[in-house]
Every structure is written in C-alpha cells, then in structure tokens.
C-alpha cells in the first residue's frame, strides 16, 4: 500500500487491488475502536467491488455498529456470494437484531439459491424488522 492505511481516504481506496484490500484487513482487524470506525466511514464511500475483501473481515468485528456497516456496504455493491455462509451466519446468529437485518438484505441482493435457503432459515427470527426484511428479500427472489 502507498498510503499508510491509518491515513487512507475512499479515493485512495479505489484504486487498491484485492490483496491490499485483504492486507488492510489484517490491519484493521487489529487497530483500537475509533480507527477501526474512521476506516469503516472511508469503506462506506467506495464503489470498487475489491473492497468487498476488506468488508468480509468487518464481519467479524466486536463493535455491533461496524458488522452492520459492513454489511449495508456488502448489500450497497450488490452482495458477495462467495461470502453468502458468513453472511448466513450473522443473521441466523448475530445477538443484535439490526445486524441481522443488514445480513437479511445483504444475502438477498446476490439472488442465488444460497441466499434463498439461508433467508428461509431466518423466517422465524425473534425480532419482527429482521422477520420484515427477510420476507421483502425472499419475496423479491420470487
């Protein structure tokens, strides 16, 4: 990376290849809350679909408020389906229902049949806007 990553702006991360959008992960995965903050709002401006690399691993992060980030972001570039298990897992098991959510329509955006099986799943979440979101993506798969 030219840019130390600490100081990266969204301009500087469109032009990234999908190994440093990988590299940055690593990086990020293990920087204080207010820097991981700081590059998820730079990561929300991106329109490069490498940075998808990056968002996978913002899956995983302790801050409730960032998985959702992420996740919107995934659903913004129009899905991951190689990511569609790790996706399926947050909303069938992240404990904050607006992550679920966010998974709900990041899973349905990819219109497999992946996505159609893991919403399915989720039908019966314990919290009615998760419910909401998943039946308006299984009924926009058709």
Known sequence: ???PWQK??????ESLSEE????????????????????????ERVSNPEVLA???ALYGDPLPEIRERALTC???????????EEIGALLTGDAVPAVRAAA???????????ARALLE???EDEDADVRAKVKGQLQLLG
């Open 20 to 43: 440093e959008f990988e590299e940055l992960a690593t990086q990020v995965a293990e920087a204080p809350e207010d820097l991981r903050l700081r590059v998820m709002a730079e990561l």
């Open 74 to 84: 995934t659903y913004r570039l129009g899905g991951d389906t190689l990511a569609e």
């Open 8 to 13: 990266l702006t969204a301009g500087d991360l």
């Open 121 to 123: 799943e989720a039908l």
């Open 104 to 114: 709900a329509l990041a899973l349905g955006v990819t219109r497999t049949a992946t």
């Open 54 to 56: 990056t968002l996978v």
């Open 1 to 3: 990376m030219r840019t």
